[in-house]
């Protein structure tokens, strides 16, 4: 078995609009996970007692369950009420994973981390809200868990080929879509993990750069 470059060549345009899908639902489904990591947050410190435990046994379920079933159940039964189900297209619900995820941590743990005496401090000074969140808050979170946002992001990234269980058109399925019709399969797959080696390492140096210039300990 010799490597083709003609060949290579060729599929390499397939597999970079699979790496563009990719990319797409690893940053939606991020932005995704920041947001109902944060709405999460804010439900947990609801004064109802049932309330949180409700909210904490939920996440729990969700953390310790694996990726694919959900996948399964948010695609297949969630989508598919009111609708019939159908095959997607190539390039049709690429993001369609809200589950892609409640798995991390992130922002979060970082407003655990935001010092007691500070929302103390806070309420003594009668701020609004908004301000509480938006000015003492949520600055010092973010600073406090860039590590982690960035090294979440970097696995949202490598777990996207989960998305093939449900024929969404990213890397490893362009990659499975050309090698099934040409039955050349060495060409294909190992350009989609020198892909993921690349993004991968450019995301890591970024996010390191970004830890040095904002982090906080």
């Known amino acids: 078995m010799s490597w083709d470059w003609h060949y290579s060549g060729e599929i390499l345009p397939d597999l970079l609009n ?11 489904g991020y932005v995704i996970a920041l947001v109902l990591g944060l709405v999460w947050t804010l439900l947990r410190r609801s004064p109802s007692r049932v309330f949180n435990q409700v909210v904490r046994w ?12 959900q996948l399964y159940f ?33 922002v979060p743990a970082g407003i655990a981390d935001v010092p007691k005496g500070q929302w103390e401090a806070c309420t003594a000074l009668n701020l609004p809200r908004s ?10 979170a973010i600073r406090r868990v860039i590590p982690t946002l960035g090294n979440y992001l970097i696995a949202m990234f490598k777990d996207s080929p989960m998305l093939l269980a449900i024929n969404v058109a990213e890397l490893l399925f362009s990659a499975y879509q050309v090698g099934s019709k040409s039955l050349q399969f060495l ?10 080696v690349v993004v991968s390492v450019i995301s890591s ?13």
């Open 18 to 28: 699979g790496l563009r899908y990719t990319l797409t639902a690893t940053l939606l």
């Open 58 to 69: 939920v996440t729990e379920f969700i953390r310790s369950t694996p990726l694919i079933p």
């Open 74 to 106: 948010v695609f297949f039964v969630l989508l598919g009420l009111g609708r019939h189900h159908r095959v997607p297209h190539r390039g049709h619900d690429h993001a369609r994973d809200p589950l892609l995820d409640l798995h991390g941590r992130g």
């Open 131 to 140: 301000r509480v969140w938006l000015d003492v808050v949520l600055p010092q």
């Open 187 to 196: 060409e294909p797959i190992t350009m989609v993990g020198l892909l993921f």
């Open 205 to 217: 140096i970024l996010v390191r750069r970004l830890e040095r210039r904002y982090a906080t300990n």
